[in-house]
Every structure is written in structure tokens, then in C-alpha cells.
């Protein structure tokens, strides 16, 4: 996600001061335009229940337009719905909006023995 991110956003915006340019830490996390992370939650309030909320933060002090913020939300989604299923195929996983959030939601268990 961050890969696919970054090549279709690098050099729009300025990095955040802090922040160091794409590729060049031990951690995708730590460096580049995205930080995208996945946290776990039981899903209180939620539609879809626990699952994984998926934070995509852009790292710079630039005003980013919310047509833009929304364009890269919709993106990830979309990304996220093509990949899922490939790294997970035989587990019924979806990939949803859950209010304003991105959620990867349904079976969360790690199989049978």
C-alpha cells in the first residue's frame, strides 16, 4: 500500500521537516509521503465490529484539499479490496468504510490446527 501510494503521490507535497525521504530508513513507517498503519479494534460503536482500521496519514505540514484526501482514501480502498483476497484467499475478509474510516473486517481468526 505504501509503495503503490507513494509512486502515485511522491513529490506533490513537502515532506514534513522531520521526516526523512522515501526509502531511505530500516521502516516504511518512518520515512516517505505515507504513513499507513493498521490497529486493531473491538469495533464499539461500529457496523461492521472489530476489525483493523487502516490509517493512511499524509506527512506533510501542507494544507492537502479534501478532494485530494478523499481521492487517496478512495484509492487505498481500492487497493486494499484487490489485495486482501490474494494474500488471504480462502478467509472471508472484507475491506469496507466504516463511517469515515477504512476497515478490514469479517473472519479475524488465525484458521484451524
Request: aromatic fraction near 8%.
Amino acid at each position: 500500500m505504501d509503495d503503490f501510494l507513494e509512486d502515485k503521490y511522491e513529490g506533490r507535497y513537502r515532506l514534513h521537516p522531520v521526516r526523512s525521504g522515501r526509502g531511505k530508513t530500516s521502516s516504511k513507517a518512518h520515512d516517505g509521503l505515507f504513513d499507513i498503519v493498521a490497529k486493531f479494534t473491538l469495533g464499539a460503536g461500529s457496523q461492521f465490529g472489530r476489525g483493523y482500521v487502516i490509517d493512511v496519514d499524509v506527512a506533510t505540514l501542507e494544507d492537502i484539499p479534501q478532494k485530494v484526501q478523499q481521492e487517496i482514501e478512495d484509492q487505498a480502498l481500492k487497493k486494499l479490496r484487490e489485495t486482501i483476497p490474494k494474500y488471504f484467499p480462502d478467509t472471508d475478509l472484507r475491506v469496507d468504510k466504516d463511517g469515515k474510516v477504512i476497515k478490514i473486517h469479517g473472519d479475524l481468526s488465525l484458521g484451524t490446527l
